[in-house]
């Protein structure tokens, strides 16, 4: 059986399309006893409240029809952000050469954040050019890679 995000996403994709928008992510988490359903929007120029609204109504409807998740959840859909994490290999691939930031499960060199420009994805492994050099962090041990955005 297919996992849920990915029940999801096939539901999901035809109604962000005809919105303009494509499908960033979906995530099915539990979060202090809550299930909730997200729905990550991306759009070239940006996602608006709009189309948050656009695509989750119709979404709501189909999630009903369908009922691919038993039990109660709270439906979310927002935008990927400016600071977006990166989980597939596709997002890497887009934004080879970005500036990112890498969270490790443990401390390297007294840090667990890593700041620089992403240089390669391979199966989970994270290659970052750092001030001090390219440096490959293993997938076992990286907690997560998002966009970095410079204020």
């Known amino acids: ?3 849920v995000t990915e029940l999801v996403r096939v539901l999901a994709q035809p109604i962000a399309a005809e919105n303009g928008c494509g499908i960033w992510d979906v995530e099915y988490v539990r979060e202090a006893g809550t299930w909730f359903l997200r729905v990550y929007l991306d759009k070239e120029g940006g996602v608006t ?3 948050c609204e656009a695509v989750s109504r119709p979404l709501s409807d189909a999630l009903d029809e369908a009922d691919p998740i038993e039990g109660s959840y709270t439906l979310e859909v927002s935008s990927a952000g400016i600071d977006r994490v990166l989980r597939h290999p ?3 691939t887009a934004f080879l050469g970005s500036e990112v930031e890498v969270r490790l499960y443990r401390p390297m060199e007294g ?8 240089r390669g994805y391979d199966n989970g492994d994270v290659t970052v050019e750092l001030p001090r050099g390219a440096v490959t962090f293993p997938k076992k041990d990286v907690a997560q890679v998002r966009l970095y955005v410079r204020v």
């Open 1 to 3: 059986m297919a996992k």
């Open 49 to 51: 409240i709009d189309d």
């Open 90 to 92: 596709e997002h890497f």
């Open 111 to 118: 840090r667990k954040d890593h700041v620089g420009l992403l």
